[in-house]
């Protein structure tokens, strides 16, 4: 009867861990297993992308797996795949000298070490242990070193929050505001401060306003608060439990910022405005260029300019219902006659967005692929130097030619990570859907959520000679003039 065996892959990233690096270390492990006679009953994955406890928990309970069913065997690629820590190579020191039967094996090494070994092959798998982890500690230090340098001149070693994206310029990743979102991420903070506002309420409105993750998927109330906490929107980065002075852009000011801290740390009760105009500071009077201000009377709103100038001192005012009525109108207008035909477009552009984001993917997977290749490499060549199989000079060389190859992969992955970045097909499908819902919902929303719709659908407020005209946003210009045509066509 064969002996039981189980096996132990680690992978350092997700990349890795759905892509070559896996695959091939399972198909070693299969096929040595076979030829020694083994039955492989398992084989354990340990991805380094999570954190140092979460990986020191897995290989525990690996290791608890391993002896609770009583496996004899245990199959690695090679050592610095099986320990990256002191603490993982006692644990499995542990394990083989609590019974002299146990024997684990790493394939590259040629190395299978038990109890009774010799004290050759436990010095080997000595000085490979700490061989693993002086080039983990390597990889580390490079890494934070980069890290440190990149907040010294102000910028984030990292994703940027929402409202923001990675930009290459002159060579160098930077966060910037994101022209398609960071004005709704703004609108967030300003809405949370409304009475009956909240995490989860703020959540669904991002989700409706096409305010997605990277992945496509809608924001979950939890990162809404770390989002409203972020001092990243007030030009500070937080790293590592440290605050570092940003150079970002920013478009929270710091009065608001105030604001939504003290509701949310429950500090004072928040001093509601007793008046609060839809149109407040959207209306711009075409004669003087004067913002229109409302005053409250009979229980209505009337709006007008300062009127400082002599030809604004004879326009009517406006009321703020009448023009709600002409808004109304308007998005009436985008609302398609068909829905089976904005149901067929909405599908249409869902799958071209399922298409792009999984062209992306594959081609940053293939990217990666190649980096970690790259990177394994390396990491044997200086594996080879340590142990005297090449000279300085030739590591020098290929490392050198190793490190260039990784610099040119690394910036077209850059670039291509920029490109995801500017695919604006989420948002613009997103919108294509607020078109349709945006007349239904304009009824029973509150003032700060229909200023958000506002804002998304209308591009500008323009007042003369008592008329106010109203532009849609160039979406929204491109949304009525289809809808337009096909009421012609269906003849509605």
Same mark, same amino acid.
């Given at each position: ?36 006679? +083994?039955? +492989? @009953?398992? @084989? ?12 020191? &928990? ?56 038990? *109890? ?73 903070? $300003? ?147 068909? *829905? ?12 071209? &967005? ?6 992306? $993917? ?77 007349? *239904? ?36 210009? @491109? ?7 096909? *009421? ?5």
């Amino acid at each position: 009867m064969r002996e039981a065996a189980v096996g132990i892959a680690r992978v350092s990233s997700k990349d890795q861990e759905d892509g070559y690096s896996l695959e091939s270390q399972d198909k070693l492990i299969t096929t040595y297993s076979d030829n020694q006679n +083994l039955r +492989l @009953v398992k @084989v354990i994955k340990i991805a380094e992308t999570a954190s140092k406890a979460k990986q020191r &928990r897995i290989f525990r309970e690996a290791m608890k797996f391993v002896a609770e069913h009583n496996i004899k065997h245990l199959i690695v690629e090679k050592v610095d795949r099986h320990a990256r820590n002191f603490y993982d190579a006692v644990e499995t020191d542990e394990w083989l000298q609590s019974d002299e039967t146990r024997k684990i094996h790493f394939i590259k090494d040629s190395l299978v070490l038990h *109890k009774n070994s010799r004290s050759q092959e436990w010095l080997n798998w000595g000085i490979r242990v700490v061989m693993a982890k002086n080039y983990i500690d390597n990889l580390r230090e490079e890494a934070m070193k980069g890290w440190a340098e990149k907040l010294a001149q102000g910028w984030m070693p990292g994703v940027p929050p929402a409202g923001y994206i990675n930009k290459l310029v002159n060579g160098k990743r930077i966060q910037v505001p994101n022209d398609k979102t960071w004005r709704v991420i703004k609108a967030m903070f $300003e809405l949370y401060l409304q009475p009956g506002q909240n995490g989860k309420t703020i959540a669904k409105e991002m989700e409706l306003l096409g305010i997605h993750t990277r992945k496509g998927r809608p924001y979950a109330p939890s990162y809404v608060y770390k989002m409203l906490t972020n001092p990243f929107y007030i030009g500070i980065i937080p790293w590592d439990g440290k605050e570092y002075p940003g150079k970002q852009e920013t478009f929270i000011d710091r009065a608001l910022w105030d604001r939504v801290q003290e509701k949310m740390h429950g500090g004072r009760p928040l001093v509601l405005k007793k008046h609060n105009p839809l149109f407040k500071n959207m209306i711009t009077c075409e004669t003087c260029g004067g913002v229109v201000t409302w005053q409250l009377q009979k229980g209505r709103y009337y709006g007008a300019c300062q009127r400082r100038n002599p030809a604004c001192k004879i326009k009517k005012t406006i009321r703020e219902d009448r023009l709600e009525e002409t808004v109304q109108a308007l998005l009436n207008s985008l609302v398609c006659p068909s *829905k089976e035909l904005m149901n067929w477009v909405v599908q249409q552009l869902e799958a071209k &967005r399922a298409t792009t984001s999984q062209t992306h $993917e594959d081609s940053l997977e293939s990217i990666n692929k190649q980096i970690d290749r790259l990177m394994r490499m390396d990491s044997d060549l200086y594996d080879d130097k340590l142990a005297g199989d090449i000279t300085r000079d030739i590591y020098t060389t290929k490392h050198a030619a190793f490190m260039e190859q990784l610099n040119e992969l690394r910036s077209k992955q850059a670039a291509l990570e920029g490109k995801v970045n500017k695919n604006d097909l989420p948002q613009r499908l997103a919108l294509l859907k607020l078109t349709q819902m945006a007349a *239904k919902l304009y009824q029973t929303r509150t003032i700060q959520q229909k200023r958000v719709i506002l804002t998304k659908l209308f591009s500008s407020f323009t007042y003369s000679d008592g008329v106010v005209s109203v532009k849609y946003s160039k979406f929204a210009s @491109v949304i009525a003039g289809k809808t337009l045509k096909t *009421k012609e066509i269906l003849g509605r």
